[in-house]
Each structure stands twice: as C-alpha cells, then as structure tokens.
C-alpha cells in the first residue's frame, strides 16, 4: 500500500527525531539528546579528510566553515571518494554524516524558530496580518499588508524586526521597502 505524501513525510520526520536523540525522558539511555554544534561536525569532517589522504586520496580538501556551517568546498563530499576510501573510512563518515544530521535539524529548527519571532515581531509593529511562514520557511505577503499608506508602518517594523534574521531577508519572499520587490 503507498502511504499518502504527507503521512510519508510525517513518518520520516519521527524516524529522523526518534534517531537524532530527540526523543529523551525517563527510562531512555544515558545518550546526550543535545544536536551536533558547527564546530563538532566540522572536527568529523576533518576525520574524514585526514583518513581519506591516509587511504588513496593525498589532495582531499579540508571542509570550509561557511556561513550556514561547515561544508565541503568540492561538490560531490564524501560522494567524489573513491568507493576504496570510502570503505576504509566507513567509520568516521558514518559518524559525520550522524553529527551532521543532528547539527542541521537543529539549524532547521532554529531558522523556523527565527522567522516565526520575525512575524511576531513584524505583527507587534503595526502589521497584524503579517503571516507566519510557510512551510518552506518563506513568506506569503499579501501586497495590501505593506504597500499604500502602510509602507512607512512597513519600513520601521522590518527595520525594527530584521535583527531576528541574522541570516537577512534574501530568499524569504520579504519585499523591499518602496519597491514591491522581494528579496
């Protein structure tokens, strides 16, 4: 039987919660719950760069901490190892793939987290239909909550509220201030 799109996502979702610790309370392990931090997926990453020189692959490039966290500055990571190296370091890719889940459910939970307080706050200052975000994280503004004589009502909140982005506006369907146009 083939589960209807959204009861798949729901199911993947617990699954995804339930292996990145998420789940803790009495009678669970003593495992910590808490995500994977930047710095202790990029200490994995390094792992893997290191073992994947010692095992056939001497000019592998080590990850780069950008701003949305650490990545590879190649686009294939782990994937571009030859299957060899990726045999012999199955361990510590497998660990960074873990601490990296963990870190970026954590991220993904933090940026909703952020942008429900931006609509919040955009609400508090003069925009009561300002939406939440959808659930791609962007926003649907309808243009009679910003334009006509609320555009200068519109200009103070995002001003006021954009320090809840620390990531800015850009792709989140916010229009620019006397433009119309989103960011």
Request: contains cysteine; charged residues 15%; hydrophobic residues 35%.
């Amino acid at each position: 039987m083939r589960l209807p799109t959204r009861r798949a996502y729901a199911m993947m979702l617990l699954v995804v919660i339930a292996l990145s610790g998420c789940g803790g309370g009495a009678g669970h392990s003593s495992q910590s719950t808490t995500a994977a931090t930047g710095t202790q997926v990029m200490d994995q990453m390094l792992a893997v760069a290191q073992c994947a020189r010692r095992h056939g692959v001497p000019n592998w490039p080590d990850p780069v901490m950008g701003p949305l966290g650490p990545s590879w500055p190649n686009d294939g990571g782990v994937s571009g190892l030859p299957p060899a190296t990726q045999q012999a370091c199955k361990t510590v890719i497998g660990q960074m793939e873990q601490d990296g889940l963990q870190y970026h459910l954590g991220e993904i939970v933090r940026g909703r987290q952020m942008t429900l307080e931006f609509a919040r706050c955009m609400r508090s200052h003069g925009l009561p239909s300002w939406p939440d975000p959808d659930a791609q994280g962007t926003f649907q503004v309808d243009p009679a909550t910003v334009g006509g004589g609320k555009a200068a009502t519109y200009a103070a909140a995002l001003q006021a509220c954009q320090k809840d982005l620390p990531f800015g506006t850009s792709g989140l369907g916010i229009p620019q201030p006397g433009t119309g146009a989103h960011a």
